[in-house]
């Protein structure tokens, strides 16, 4: 009797190795396409990446290309974002209007204009281009 319980253990041992071998292999097959994922994703995010810092180098060479046009000029030239704020300003308005570059984002052109200025370009922001 004690050899038919051995017999009976061992075969219960045996029958639990097995499964943990193939719930070993399935782990490791989840693993090998997790990291798969996980490796295209990562260069999805690269090129994400680099595509974005191409964007704001071409953004940042457009912009200096701009600023150069607009200091050429002897007028007053000022570009403006859809919300009515300072992007750029030529070197003639920062002189006239002591505004440097660096605070454009924190006013907006109706700070100086004259009310009746002011009403006119909220009226007409939403035409521009």
């Excluded at 071409?58 to 050429?72: C, L």
Aim: aromatic content about 2%; glycine content about 6%.
């Amino acid at each position: 009797m004690n050899d038919a319980r051995r017999q009976s253990e061992l075969e219960s041992l045996r029958t639990e190795i097995a499964a943990l071998r193939l719930a070993n292999a399935a782990l490791e097959q989840q693993m090998s396409l997790n990291a798969e994922q996980t490796d295209e994703l990562l260069r999805t995010l690269e090129f994400q990446s680099n595509a974005l810092r191409e964007a704001g180098l071409r953004q940042a060479n457009q912009s200096d290309f701009i600023q150069r046009v607009m200091d050429t000029t002897g007028a007053l030239m000022i570009l403006l974002g859809p919300d009515g704020r300072l992007r750029q300003i030529n070197q003639r308005c920062t002189e006239l209007l002591s505004v440097t570059g660096g605070t454009l984002d924190e006013h907006a052109l109706d700070e100086w204009l004259h009310p009746d200025e002011q009403q006119a370009l909220a009226d007409n922001l939403g035409k521009l281009p």
